[in-house]
């Protein structure tokens, strides 16, 4: 069941009403009290003076009865006295003629009190004849002389408070209520004004609101409130609009940028950031967080843990050398920059080397071809022999026709990247079509190839190209990787813009790993021979590398833990 709210009105009336109903409770007792204690002493000192008289016309007396019975014809009618000597018998009363059956009254409270203060009154039932008595007795010499008036209606009524004093009372405290009502509600306009504003200000519909806030302390508070929401509100716009221009440049980084909070917490980062961690750290995932545990990242740690603001380091992994750099904010909060400083061969020494490369590649199958025709040509072969030197010869010219397609497909994607058509590529269906292109190779090899990504992934891009990508990866698995490989494809990452492929496979791998940041060079190979003797061109991971920076990725290259080589790179959405 929904509670009532009360309204702040409602709790404001009511804290005052309980204030004021405990004042005015208070007020009330405490003047009935102290009326009543005057009315009392005023009725003690009326006893005191019987009292009094009866000691004088005792000790004046010759008779003590005759004494007392004529002194009572003076006192009212009601009056009851009694005289008790020091050892608290009672040697004469009024009202019980046989003292016999009286007991000791040393433990009376107002002969108690006497015998102590000089005098003592007290209200009780009389224990001879069930009467109650408003007792006063005082002390003498030699004896008590004690007072009593019968604690009827008429001495009740005597000791009773005036009730004009509290109806007085009363009448004040409903105006004070009515006065406290009006206040109340005075504030609570003011109060509801303000949370009306502050619930349009959650629906956003603050500009289109008029406010009409009172013209008093808490309307101008109102005012100054509402000014300064609506310039909150503005510098809000302008700093989510630079934190969007900022976001959309740290995605377009070629650092690797990851933001934390003081409690190292993920706050941001970029795509390139984690494919940087997971080169350096030979572990596919997209966990930031791991540069905290993880031991190549010790000197980064202690910075961390010091008082330092600035902090810079290298950490050579894999071939690579990456460059990394923390800055701490004002708010504890830190950057963590990755950014891959291998020194790459600048572009005017890779224009220089081309031809020399090319007539290097090009030299072998054509002394091979002019060697075989030759030897046709000048030479009386039988046909079989013939026939074996022209299809060595045809097969030296598929190796040209080969370069010379991959060259040519380099020089399009650097020259004429506007004629590449662009699509969306299904990639399941893409690496379908690929197992079925290599099946006999693969089966030659005893080579699989696995992946397990969700049918409906599309990236945005050339079709041809793509699949040239990952042809040629698995072309590289099944030239140099060995028999008995397992081939797998999969996606560890994505953001906004794009998915992260992993490509590993479970070979041979690359010993020595100044190897790796030179593998997707020109006519790069780890030794010499090695492409020929396997059919290639030396282009295959060249055209990779040019075909993913064409469409806005990176890619790398690691040995696994477990042995091969994983390729990590990033295709649009």
């Given at each position: ?551 806005r990725g990176t890619i790398t290259v690691k040995n696994r833990q477990d042995g091969g080589l994983e390729f990590l790179f990033k295709l649009?959405?």
């Amino acid at each position: 069941m929904k509670s009532i709210k009360t309204s702040y009105k409602q709790k404001l009336f009511f804290y005052f009403f309980i204030i004021f109903a405990l004042f005015t409770a208070g007020v009330i007792i405490f003047e009935q009290s102290r009326e009543r204690s005057y009315k009392t002493e005023a009725l003690e000192e009326k006893l005191d003076a019987y009292a009094n008289i009866a000691d004088v016309a005792i000790k004046n007396g010759n008779n003590q009865q005759q004494t007392i019975d004529s002194l009572l014809t003076l006192f009212p009618s009601n009056i009851r006295l009694s005289l008790i000597d020091r050892k608290g018998v009672v040697v004469f009363d009024n009202v019980v003629s046989n003292l016999s059956v009286l007991g000791n009254h040393s433990d009376r409270p107002e002969v108690s009190s006497a015998l102590k203060n000089g005098a003592g009154s007290n209200v009780r039932k009389s224990a001879s004849n069930e009467q109650e008595y408003l007792y006063y007795a005082k002390r003498f010499n030699s004896y008590f002389v004690r007072v009593a008036l019968p604690y009827d209606i008429s001495v009740q009524n005597f000791l009773k408070a005036d009730n004009f004093f509290l109806y007085f009372i009363i009448g004040l405290f409903i105006i004070c209520l009515l006065l406290i009502s009006y206040v109340a509600g005075r504030f609570s306009k003011s109060i509801e004004q303000l949370r009306d504003f502050t619930v349009s200000a959650e629906k956003g519909l603050v500009n289109s609101m008029i406010i009409g806030f009172p013209d008093d302390e808490l309307g101008e508070i109102g005012n100054k409130i509402a000014e300064s929401y609506k310039e909150l509100e503005q510098q809000k716009r302008k700093v989510t609009l630079e934190r969007e221009k900022l976001l959309q440049h740290v995605h377009s980084s070629d650092e690797g940028l990851c933001f934390f909070s003081s409690d190292r917490d993920v706050e941001f980062y970029n795509g390139l950031f984690i494919q940087y961690l997971n080169t350096i750290i030979d572990n596919a995932h997209g966990n930031p967080e791991l540069i905290f545990s993880n031991p190549l990242f010790t000197e980064l740690n202690s910075f961390l843990s010091s008082s330092e603001k600035y902090f810079e380091t290298q950490i050579n992994k894999q071939g690579k050398t990456f460059a990394i750099r923390a800055n701490i904010f004002e708010d504890s909060g830190f950057e963590v920059v990755i950014n891959d400083i291998t020194t790459q061969e600048k572009t005017r020494l890779l224009k220089q080397e081309m031809t020399g490369n090319i007539a290097h590649e090009l030299r072998t199958p054509v002394t091979s071809i002019r060697g075989y025709l030759e030897t046709v040509l000048e030479q009386k072969l039988d046909s079989d022999k013939e026939r074996e030197f022209l299809t060595k010869a045809y097969n030296q010219v598929v190796v040209l026709s080969d370069l010379i397609q991959d060259i040519g497909l380099i020089t399009k994607i650097e020259e004429l990247p506007q004629s590449f058509k662009v699509e969306k590529i299904n990639i399941n269906n893409l690496l379908s079509n690929l197992k079925a292109d290599l099946e006999i190779p693969l089966t030659d090899r005893v080579i699989s190839i696995e992946w397990n990504i969700v049918d409906s992934i599309t990236v945005n891009g050339n079709v041809n190209l793509i699949y040239s990508v990952f042809r040629n990866l698995t072309d590289n698995v099944i030239r140099y990787a060995g028999n008995n490989v397992k081939i797998t494809v999969a996606i560890y990452n994505e953001d906004k813009d794009f998915y992260y492929f992993s490509f590993a496979d479970n070979g041979i791998g690359i010993a020595d790993e100044s190897h790796l940041n030179r593998l997707f060079e020109r006519f790069y190979r780890i030794n010499e021979g090695r492409t020929r003797d396997s059919g290639g061109s030396g282009l295959g991971l060249s055209i990779v590398k040019n075909a993913v920076l064409f469409h806005r990725g990176t890619i790398t290259v690691k040995n696994r833990q477990d042995g091969g080589l994983e390729f990590l790179f990033k295709l649009p959405k």
